[in-house]
């Protein structure tokens, strides 16, 4: 066995903390008393009682709820669909390949331009209807656009783990392809599309570039109230608010982490 | 109680007539045509690319062939989708399902027929009876050794009482001993069963062992067909001849009477119909003497001897012929002796 030379470690060390440091830092004063300024003044939750008697506050996290929980069943239902016609569909090596691009190509697009490309086509879209008046429609609807990616890739790489010997043994033992759907392909595509789901509503909770753009008068998130309020000045509810943030999208990252590797 | 006792009734002859399959360029069939009977356990044997497997998935309704037609007890199934065929298929990946207990595995092909629950129970306790695996019905596939995982593959088609079992390479991850009792198994299985079997495989020793009648394979075309010992004592080309088992070829000129070789004249059985070409004759038939034989008789030194425990095999010059005989005197390396030739166990060869 080789041995690691200690300054790698160190590397690492320092490194993980520069990540970790300033999510501590705010965690940390989210519980200090001082109002303003960085001095520690004595322990409380007091913040935390504030921050759930803020109606603005419960608003947006309302809004943000919603939004990820209807955009995340949206995105789901879609990019397992998609991911299923991907995989399974008998296309030729050529287009394969091009699919497998538009595939990726959402992941890796800056959300600044996805965000400017929504704004543009809503408002194209507006002249036909008044349903793309920015608000939360809007928002859901550009929630879903990036979240169909995510979910289509996790669940194309259980799929792929799945093979393909399953269909042909069940449509062998007579099964028709509901039947192989609903007892076979969906049971076993569980974990990655569980995991797909997770993932695109962790980053529906924290998104901000597609909502800021999307949103309209009256539905406002978290991560909008957050920024809005930080321009007047940080405040320990801040500090508390994106505490409760950060540690709900760790808990969703686990557990979607865990289901991906069973 | 048999709840397949029937089968020897409704399993009927299937025939393969002139199926043609391409992939892209690749010709993986060129118009095989195959006559199974009913209650046959029939092998399809070949080298890997041979076509064999395609051909069963073509029976299967996994693949569809280019030309041609599946004929079942005078039932066209060419077109029909693979499961709404009387077959069942043991794959050779077994693909159980792995979310499913070996109960559910077995009770899959009724359930999706909708099949009255107590008829399901009685067919899925039959299944686990005939295979011995009662006691692994609560377990998910994954707690099964390989040879488990064979058996439920195998009780999990065969409840539905299909016509024809049709069986993809279902040996190969098996370790050599068990392999050799689950061809045994396999066999009395199908005599006890009366249902017709189609097995593929690559293995020639399995074929001989299962197998009422083979068919071998050769690159998208049937090389020759027939019972075992047909086949092995009969080949009716060079390919045949060298894939089941091993042969000794002689190349020589048709004279009259005979064949002209490199030490000598031969006595043949029968007058070839070429002018030059090969004999094959099976390392076991050829004779060991001390004394010049009467006929095809060949002055032969020991080049090579291997000492197998039931026998020896070894190898001669000239000619470099490769005999098996018993273990028994043992042969030195270059010991002379007479190795004779019997023109019974010459088969001439088609060029």
């Known amino acids: 066995m080789h041995r690691l030379n200690p300054l790698v470690r160190t590397v690492a060390l320092v490194t ?130 990036f979240q169909i990616a995510f979910v289509a890739l996790t669940v194309r790489s259980r799929l792929k783990s799945l093979g393909r010997d399953l269909d042909e043994a069940a449509r062998d033992l007579y099964a028709d392809y509901s039947y192989f759907v609903r007892r076979v392909l969906l049971p076993l595509l569980a974990p990655g599309i569980v995991a797909g789901a997770m993932l695109a509503f962790t980053l529906s909770l924290d998104d901000f570039v597609i909502s800021f753009f999307t949103a309209g008068p009256t539905s406002q998130t978290l991560p909008l109230f957050i920024y809005a309020s930080v321009r007047r000045g940080v405040t320990p509810e801040i500090h508390a608010l994106s505490t409760l943030i950060f540690l709900a999208t760790v808990l969703l990252v686990l557990a979607s982490e865990r289901l991906t590797r069973r | 109680m048999t709840v397949v006792a029937d089968a020897k009734q409704v399993g009927g002859t299937l025939s393969v007539e002139r199926v043609v399959k391409r992939f892209g360029e690749a010709t993986a069939l060129g118009g095989v045509s195959l006559e199974i009977k009913a209650g046959e356990f029939f092998t399809l044997l070949g080298p890997s690319g041979c076509g064999k497997t395609t051909l069963l998935r073509i029976i299967a309704g996994l693949e569809l062939p280019d030309q041609g037609r599946i004929v079942l007890l005078g039932k066209d199934l060419t077109g029909l989708p693979a499961n709404q065929r009387p077959v069942n298929t043991v794959f050779q990946s077994y693909a159980l399902f792995p979310h499913l207990s070996v109960y559910e595995n077995i009770a899959f092909g009724l359930r999706s027929r909708r099949m009255a629950p107590a008829e399901v129970e009685r067919r899925v306790k039959y299944g686990l009876e005939i295979l011995q695996l009662e006691k692994f019905a609560a377990r998910l596939p994954h707690q099964l050794s390989g040879g488990q995982k064979q058996r439920v593959a195998l009780a999990r088609a065969l409840v539905n009482e299909p016509q024809v079992l049709l069986l993809d390479e279902p040996m190969s991850a098996l370790d050599a001993k068990l392999r050799a009792e689950v061809q045994i198994q396999l066999r009395r299985l199908q005599q006890q069963l009366g249902l017709t079997f189609i097995l593929v495989t690559h293995d020639q020793d399995e074929a001989m062992a299962v197998s009422d009648r083979i068919a071998l394979m050769r690159v998208g075309h049937l090389e020759q067909s027939g019972t075992p010992d047909e086949v092995y004592e009969h080949p009716r080309t060079r390919f045949a001849a060298e894939f089941l088992g091993a042969a000794n070829l002689l190349r020589g000129k048709r004279v009259p009477g005979g064949l002209e070789v490199s030490f000598g004249r031969l006595i043949l059985p029968q007058t070839p119909a070429w002018e030059e070409g090969s004999v094959a004759i099976r390392p076991e038939r050829v004779q060991l003497r001390d004394t010049e034989p009467r006929q095809n008789g060949l002055r032969v030194r020991v080049r090579e001897a291997v000492y197998r425990g039931a026998y020896q095999e070894a190898w001669l010059e000239p000619c470099d012929l490769r005999i098996r005989t018993g273990p028994h005197p043992a042969l030195r390396v270059g010991q002379e002796l007479w190795a004779e030739l019997p023109p019974q166990a010459l088969v001439v060869l088609e060029e």
């Open chain 1, 16 to 145: 993980l903390a520069f990540l970790y440091l300033p999510m501590l830092a705010i965690a940390i004063l989210s519980f200090n008393r001082t109002r303003y300024g960085l001095q520690w003044n004595g322990f409380t939750t007091d913040w935390y009682t504030r921050l759930l008697q803020n109606a603005e506050i419960l608003e947006a996290a309302r809004n943000t709820l919603v939004l990820a929980v209807v955009s995340t069943l949206v995105a789901t239902v879609l990019g397992t669909l998609l991911a299923i016609a991907l995989e399974r569909y008998p296309w030729g090596r050529r287009s394969r390949g091009w699919l497998d691009n538009l595939l990726y190509l959402p992941v890796v697009t800056p959300d600044i331009i996805l965000a400017v490309a929504l704004v543009v086509a809503f408002g194209a879209l507006r002249a036909i209807s008044t349903l793309f008046e920015p608000g939360l429609l809007t928002m859901i609807l550009g929630h879903v656009t």
